[in-house]
């Protein structure tokens, strides 16, 4: 999880990207060379706060709230609630602070949950200092390349949702955005499968990373910017006919049992929709 400052060029990079091409087979990438950055808190207001040795938010967690998600655009990444109301298996990439795997394992009891994170460091945080819940049969953390998980052959086709959020210390980007990496999470989508998607409108991994998942996705809708630069994107496996009123009437599903604000959700999908 990651929170930056914000630009005026936010506006002028929304909806900017290609169709679809005929994928073409490209020669293997060398392995990706991994530098742990150290692992820091802060507490401020009765929050505490996840970063990576500098001064950037990583993820946050209300000390009396443990389980609930403090960061709006965090909240953000959850719309795909609005379109899947009882999912089999969810997926993180990229674990945080925990924030949306222990919502998603505390919120829907009969669901999978599985969280993929390369630093072991962030994982022991989580465990010690942001109450991740510990494994069990429907919930499990593993310690791995995100990208080694979504192309994985076991893991084709058995995800509903999958919640990425991938960043390191030096805030540029996030580290995995190319359209071999988006093809291979929608290759784990089952056929009605949303991925939701941590982006930064006012930095120039927006447009690549729009272009990416265009490529690999039915169709891409970004809510509206949070934090003063957050941008979360919601791509669909298959694209899907929006009814408003059914959107809506979810929401206030949502809202109701999970006091997220759903409605908003739907209202930025709305206005990308008709903009």
Same mark, same amino acid.
């Given at each position: 999880?990651?929170?930056?400052?914000?630009?005026?060029?936010?506006?002028?990079?929304?909806?900017?990207?290609?169709?679809?091409?005929?994928?073409?087979?490209?020669?293997?990438?060398?392995?990706?060379?991994?530098?742990?950055?150290?692992?820091?808190?802060?507490?401020?207001?009765? @929050?505490?706060?996840? =970063?990576?040795?500098?001064?950037? *938010?990583?993820? %946050?967690?209300?000390?009396?709230?443990? #389980?609930?998600?403090?960061?709006? &655009?965090?909240?953000?990444? $959850?719309?795909?609630?609005?379109?899947? +109301?009882?999912?089999? =298996?969810?997926?993180?990439?990229?674990?945080?602070?925990?924030?949306?795997?222990?919502?998603? &394992?505390?919120?829907?009891? +009969?669901?999978?949950?599985?969280?993929?994170?390369?630093?072991?460091?962030?994982?022991?945080?989580?465990?010690?200092?942001?109450?991740?819940?510990?494994? +069990?049969?429907?919930?499990?953390?593993?310690?791995?390349?995100?990208?080694?998980?979504?192309?994985?052959?076991?893991?084709?086709?058995?995800?509903?949702?999958?919640? !990425?959020?991938? &960043?390191?210390?030096? %805030?540029?980007?996030? @580290?995995?955005?190319?359209?071999?990496?988006?093809?291979?999470?929608? %290759?784990?989508?089952?056929?009605?499968?949303?991925?939701? *998607?941590?982006?930064?409108?006012?930095?120039?991994?927006?447009?690549?990373?729009?272009?990416?998942?265009?490529?690999?996705? +039915? #169709?891409?809708?970004?809510?509206?910017?949070?934090?003063?630069?957050?941008? !979360?994107?919601?791509?669909?496996?298959?694209?899907?006919?929006? #009814?408003?009123?059914?959107?809506?009437? $979810?929401?206030?599903?949502?809202?109701?049992?999970?006091?997220?604000?759903?409605?908003?959700? *739907?209202?930025?999908?709305?206005?990308?929709?008709?903009?």
């Amino acid at each position: 999880m990651l929170i930056k400052r914000k630009s005026i060029e936010a506006q002028a990079n929304h909806k900017i990207g290609p169709g679809k091409k005929p994928v073409i087979a490209l020669a293997p990438k060398p392995p990706r060379k991994i530098r742990y950055a150290p692992v820091t808190l802060s507490e401020q207001d009765g @929050v505490r706060f996840l =970063h990576f040795g500098t001064e950037w *938010v990583q993820g %946050a967690m209300r000390l009396r709230k443990p #389980d609930w998600i403090e960061l709006e &655009y965090a909240q953000q990444m $959850m719309a795909w609630m609005l379109f899947i +109301d009882a999912p089999e =298996h969810v997926v993180q990439l990229g674990l945080g602070t925990g924030a949306l795997t222990k919502f998603c &394992y505390r919120t829907f009891p +009969d669901t999978r949950v599985t969280a993929v994170e390369l630093n072991p460091s962030v994982i022991t945080i989580c465990e010690s200092m942001f109450k991740l819940p510990p494994e +069990d049969d429907r919930f499990s953390v593993l310690e791995m390349d995100a990208d080694l998980f979504v192309n994985d052959p076991v893991n084709l086709a058995t995800v509903d949702a999958m919640q !990425v959020d991938l &960043y390191d210390a030096t %805030a540029k980007g996030p @580290v995995l955005e190319s359209a071999e990496f988006y093809l291979s999470c929608a %290759a784990c989508l089952r056929e009605n499968g949303i991925m939701t *998607v941590n982006l930064f409108g006012d930095h120039p991994s927006f447009n690549r990373n729009l272009k990416a998942m265009r490529f690999a996705f +039915d #169709d891409v809708i970004c809510l509206p910017e949070v934090h003063e630069g957050n941008v !979360v994107a919601l791509a669909f496996k298959k694209r899907v006919a929006i #009814d408003f009123a059914e959107l809506y009437a $979810m929401a206030a599903g949502v809202v109701a049992t999970t006091r997220l604000p759903a409605k908003s959700w *739907v209202n930025g999908i709305k206005e990308w929709v008709e903009s």
